[in-house]
C-alpha cells in the first residue's frame, strides 16, 4: 500500500466505513429490532464482509446525555478482551520471545494455585486456554474492590480448591489471562497495554482503542454503562482496574473494530501487510480444551453446536455447520460479541452500553449473512436460562431469631473479611474487598440461611433473579461459626473465630 507523503510507515491506512445497510438492507432493521426488544440505550454494531468493513451505530452514549453513538464511540468490551491478550503473546511467539508452553511462573511468580505442582508446571497456554480446572468461586472472578492489586488476586488463588484436574476440561477463569497480559508486559518491560499498542493496535491504525486505567483518559468519546433495575436502563459507574486488563478492561470503538475483525480474518495480515505471522495467530484460534455445547457458557458456544472447544481467549464451535470462532463479554454495565466465520469472511462485533443484546443481535446477523432462516435469537438464548431458584419464604426459625448471634466478621483466606452487622431489626453486611457490595439479609425459608439483597445498583441488576445465599453454621454450642457465601453453584467458606 502507497503512504501519502510524510504519513507514519507503522500505521495502517484505514478504509473508509460503509454503511450496513449497503451490506444487506435487511441487517439495519435486524438491529434495530433485536436492539429495542433489548432495550439497549446504544449499540456499535461493525460488520466485515469481503474485506469491506460496515458500521451501524444505534441509540444514545447515555440516557443522561442522550448523545447519540458513532463509530468512534468506544464501548467496553469485558472479555472479549481476551483475545488481545491472546494476540499479543502470539506476536511474541512469532519473534521467538517467548512459548505458549512456557511456565506462567517464569514471569509472574505471584501466581500461584492449590497445588504446587501445577503452579510450578501452568503454562501461558493453560491459562490462556482455560483449562486450569478451577471452579467460578470468589472476588477473583466475581469483582475485587478496583484497588485490590493484581499480586493480591493471583496469590489468593493458592485458596480455591480445583473443581476438576489440571488440563482435563474447560472452567472459565479469568485471572488466567491476567496474569497472561501481566508476564506480556514483564517481557517486554513495556506493560501490557504499550506492547498491545505497539504490535497491534498502532499497526492497524486502531486509534480509539484503549485499557484499564488508561481508557479513562485517552478516550473522550466513550459510551456510558448501564444496568437494568425493574426493567428500567439505570446509568452506573464505568468500572476500570488494572487487575482486569487481560481477563477484560478493553474499550474499542465500532470502526476500531472493523480493523480487528480484518486482522483476524485475514490471518494476521491488514492491507497486505503483515502484523502477527499467520501461523502464530492461527494458533490462537486452534482448539485446546474440549467443551460441552448446551452445557457451558451458552454465550461462548453455539448451544446447538456437534463440537466445541476453548482456543486462547477464544471459543471454537460448529454453527449450524459453519466454523465458528467468538467471544462474548459481559460486566456491570455492557456486553459484547466478536463473531468470526473464517471461510465465509464474515466477521461480527456487537457493542452493547447494558447487560444485555449483543450474543443475540451477533448470533441474528450471522444467520443472515449465511442465509439460515429467521429466528428470534433472544428468545432462544432467554429458553436456555435456567429457572432461577425459589428461596421462599422465611421459614418459622426466622421469628426465634437472636439477630447478634450472627454479627460479626468472618474470614477468608482469598476473598478476606465478610462483615455481618446488626441493622435494627434486621442484619446488613458487606465484603470490604469486593466491589460496592454492600447488602442486607433476608431470611430464606431453609433455616440459617439467608438471601443476599445488594445495595448498590452494578449487583442489582445483574443479580435480582439469583441472587447468593448465606449459610450460617453453628458448633455444638450453638455458637454461630462459619458463614457460607453460595453463588452461582459454589461455596466460599468464611470462618468466624468465637
Not at 3 to 10: F, W
Not at 185 to 199: E, N, P
Request: charged residues 15%.
Amino acid at each position: 500500500m502507497r503512504l501519502p507523503s510524510g504519513s507514519d510507515p507503522t500505521v495502517t491506512e484505514r478504509p473508509a466505513l460503509l454503511p450496513l445497510d449497503l451490506l444487506d438492507p435487511r441487517l439495519v432493521a435486524l438491529c434495530t429490532s433485536a436492539l429495542q426488544q433489548a432495550q439497549a440505550p446504544g449499540a456499535s454494531v461493525a460488520v466485515v464482509a469481503g474485506d469491506r468493513g460496515y458500521h451501524h451505530a444505534h441509540g444514545v452514549k447515555s440516557v443522561v446525555t442522550n448523545e447519540p453513538v458513532t463509530a468512534s464511540t468506544a464501548f467496553h468490551v469485558a472479555s472479549c478482551s481476551k483475545a488481545f491478550v491472546s494476540a499479543t503473546v502470539a506476536s511474541l511467539v512469532a519473534e521467538g520471545l517467548v512459548s505458549w508452553d512456557d511456565p506462567i511462573s517464569r514471569y509472574v511468580p505471584e501466581f500461584q494455585l492449590y497445588d504446587p505442582w501445577v503452579t510450578a508446571h501452568a503454562s501461558l497456554r493453560d491459562l490462556s486456554a482455560n483449562r486450569l480446572g478451577l471452579p467460578r468461586a470468589g472476588l477473583s472472578n466475581f469483582g475485587f474492590d478496583t484497588t485490590i492489586s493484581n499480586e493480591r488476586v493471583f496469590s489468593g488463588l493458592r485458596h480455591t480448591a480445583p473443581l476438576y484436574p489440571f488440563r482435563s476440561r474447560f472452567t472459565y477463569v479469568n485471572a488466567g489471562h491476567s496474569a497472561n497480559a501481566v508476564a506480556v508486559g514483564r517481557i517486554t518491560g513495556l506493560g501490557f497495554l504499550a506492547t498491545l499498542r505497539q504490535r497491534i493496535l498502532q499497526p492497524l491504525g486502531m486509534t480509539s482503542t484503549s485499557g484499564g486505567d488508561a481508557a479513562r483518559t485517552e478516550l473522550p468519546d466513550q459510551a456510558a454503562w448501564h444496568t437494568f433495575i425493574d426493567d428500567r436502563a439505570v446509568p452506573i459507574d464505568t468500572m476500570v482496574a488494572e487487575q482486569l486488563v487481560g481477563a477484560g478492561g478493553m474499550a474499542v470503538s465500532g470502526a476500531d473494530a472493523v480493523q480487528w475483525l480484518r486482522f483476524h480474518l485475514g490471518g494476521g495480515t491488514v492491507d497486505g501487510r503483515v502484523i502477527v505471522p499467520r501461523q502464530a495467530l492461527q494458533e490462537t484460534h486452534t482448539p485446546q480444551v474440549c467443551a460441552r455445547p448446551g452445557l457451558d457458557f451458552h454465550s461462548l458456544f453455539y448451544p446447538g453446536a456437534r463440537q466445541a472447544a476453548y482456543a486462547l481467549g477464544w471459543a471454537v464451535s460448529d454453527f449450524e455447520g459453519h466454523l465458528m470462532v467468538c467471544h462474548s463479554g459481559n460486566h456491570f454495565g455492557v456486553t459484547a460479541m466478536t463473531l468470526l466465520l473464517p471461510r465465509q469472511g464474515i466477521g461480527i462485533a456487537v457493542y452493547v452500553n447494558a447487560t444485555q443484546g449483543a450474543v443475540a443481535l451477533a448470533y441474528a446477523l450471522a444467520a443472515a449473512l449465511l442465509g439460515l432462516p429467521a429466528r428470534d435469537w433472544q428468545a432462544y438464548f432467554d429458553g436456555l436460562q435456567p429457572a432461577p431458584p425459589k428461596h421462599g419464604r422465611a421459614g418459622a426459625w426466622a421469628k426465634a431469631l437472636v439477630l447478634g448471634a450472627f454479627a460479626g466478621d468472618y474470614h477468608h483466606a482469598a476473598d478476606g473479611v465478610l462483615r455481618i452487622e446488626r441493622d435494627g431489626d434486621s442484619l446488613s453486611g458487606v465484603r470490604p474487598d469486593g466491589y460496592r457490595m454492600g447488602f442486607r439479609l433476608e431470611p430464606a425459608a431453609q433455616e440459617n440461611h439467608f438471601i443476599v439483597r445488594f445495595t448498590a445498583p452494578e449487583w442489582q441488576g445483574g443479580q435480582a433473579n439469583d441472587p447468593p445465599l448465606i449459610r450460617f453454621s453453628r458448633d455444638a454450642a450453638g455458637r454461630v461459626t462459619q458463614a457460607d457465601w453460595l453463588q452461582a453453584g459454589t461455596t466460599r467458606e468464611h470462618r468466624r473465630h468465637v
